[in-house]
């Protein structure tokens, strides 16, 4: 019930962001000389056309996080030769884990991807330093000179045209076909993106040799691949986080994108001060519940799992 609960939830909170991505069923009306959004059709609002790819991508991040968590405390319990009976299998299963949803994640980066290609081009461009409309060319690694408005790095050619649209001569829209002022921030976007993509790939990786370290060592060595994994629940964590960075920047100036920008946004209620005091509170709220919940995750671990007494 509790997972259940913790993606219905999560579902929720996607609409919610989805629909300032690609907003749907809804109309705009002028109530006391403001404009406000209604809707007029929920379920268009609610499945609007990126819902169910972000959400995908979402569920599937969570659902690595939980296995390199899964995979951190079983490789404890290896390293240090304790509840082997239990850390043993809880290897295996993790690294099945990984490597199935590792997987499954790239099939859903590459759909939700599409999206932002159909619905949000100027993002699309700004993840790929795509500066002249036409066939884009998909960086490995780089770096956009938005001065010079050119991006340099390793790319293949055509490459971003094919994962669109399976076809390297796709025209796609270029950032200088876009007003420099509906522009995001074009080099944190662009290297948050290619970072996530970069450790998306690199899970894939690990999922592999987890197969191969199953099937040579049983998991019982080696030591450095054991510590190494120890603190590998970290990695899901930064990819998630640099991963809501590129698609929340990405669509700025727009916090509904194409219909309201994020600075004709503020609140005809509340003072800056208010915002100010409430994102303090906030702060300070989550990390004390962080602090609590790593300790007791930390003192929990370190007590290992109760003993089963069978008769």
Do not use: C
């Not at 659902?63 to 899964?70: G, H």
């Not at 199935?100 to 100027?122: D, E, K, M």
């Not at 960086?139 to 055509?158: A, S």
């Amino acid at each position: 019930m509790v997972a259940f609960g913790a993606h219905l939830s999560g579902l929720w909170i996607i609409i919610a962001n989805s629909w300032m991505q690609t907003p749907a069923g809804f109309h705009v009306v002028t109530t006391n000389g403001f404009l406000r959004a209604e809707i007029t059709d929920f379920w268009a609002m609610a499945f609007n056309p990126s819902t169910l790819e972000r959400y995908t991508h979402v569920i599937v991040s969570s659902w690595i996080a939980a296995s390199f968590l899964f995979l951190s405390v079983n490789s404890y319990f290896m390293l240090k030769k304790k509840h082997l009976n239990m850390a043993i299998p809880g290897m295996k299963i993790a690294a099945i884990m990984i490597l199935v949803t590792s997987l499954l994640q790239l099939t859903s980066g590459h759909a939700s991807a599409i999206g932002v290609a159909n619905y949000q081009p100027s993002k699309l461009a700004a993840f790929e330093g795509h500066w002249q409309t036409g066939p884009g060319d998909l960086n490995l690694v780089g770096w956009t000179d938005e001065e010079k408005g050119v991006t340099y790095g390793i790319k293949i050619p055509g490459l971003l045209s094919w994962l669109v649209d399976f076809n390297t001569q796709t025209s796609l829209t270029g950032l200088n076909d876009i007003p420099k002022e509906d522009r995001p921030p074009l080099q944190l976007v662009f290297q948050t993106y290619h970072l996530m993509v970069a450790l998306g790939m690199f899970f894939i990786l690990y999922g592999f040799v987890l197969i191969y370290i199953w099937r040579k060592y049983n998991f019982e060595g080696p030591k450095w691949f054991l510590k190494l994994s120890i603190w590998s629940f970290i990695l899901p964590q930064i990819a998630i986080q640099v991963g809501w960075i590129s698609a929340e920047v990405g669509r700025q100036p727009w916090i509904v994108y194409g219909l309201l920008k994020t600075k004709d946004a503020f609140s005809q209620v509340l003072t800056s001060g208010e915002v100010i005091l409430s994102i303090i509170l906030f702060t300070l709220i989550y990390l004390l519940l962080g602090s609590i919940y790593i300790y007791l995750f930390i003192k929990k671990v370190k007590h290992g799992p109760d003993e089963v007494i069978t008769n």
